[in-house]
């Protein structure tokens, strides 16, 4: 019964800004990694950021000096602020969450997505 719920999208004239919200829920025993992937018709899922427990960070090379992704831990939430956003960053960003439930099982969870689109 774990959840992750996406917010923050909508559509921005390229220079523009956005920022990403994800909440996880439900009956959580630990989280671990946390991250976002995005997905353009016809192209493949890939990985944009992400978090582990210890705070360590990586990015896809094409978003790097411009998205920040960063973490809530009271709140079971991650964020992705995304600066200077480029018409080739349209696409659906899902969420994703490596989770122990309440049961004591590690599941690889992820959210329903949230579209950015990027035009003029």
């Known amino acids: 019964q774990v959840q992750l719920v996406e917010s923050g999208g909508g559509s921005v004239q390229p220079g523009g800004s956005l920022r990403l919200s994800c909440a996880a829920s439900?009956?959580?025993?630990?989280?671990?990694?946390m991250g976002w992937y995005r997905q353009a018709p016809g192209k493949q899922r890939d990985l944009v950021a992400r978090i582990l427990a210890a705070g360590t960070t990586n990015y896809a090379e094409s978003v790097k000096g411009r998205f920040t992704i960063s973490r809530d831990y009271a709140k079971n939430t991650v964020y992705l602020q995304m600066n200077s956003l480029k018409a080739e960053d349209t696409a659906v960003y899902y969420c994703?969450?490596?989770?122990?439930?309440?049961?004591?099982?590690?599941?690889?969870?992820w959210g329903q997505g949230t579209q950015v689109t990027v035009s003029s």
């Open positions: 439900g009956s959580i025993s630990n989280i671990f990694n």
């Open positions: 994703n969450a490596v989770i122990r439930n309440s049961a004591s099982r590690v599941y690889d969870y």
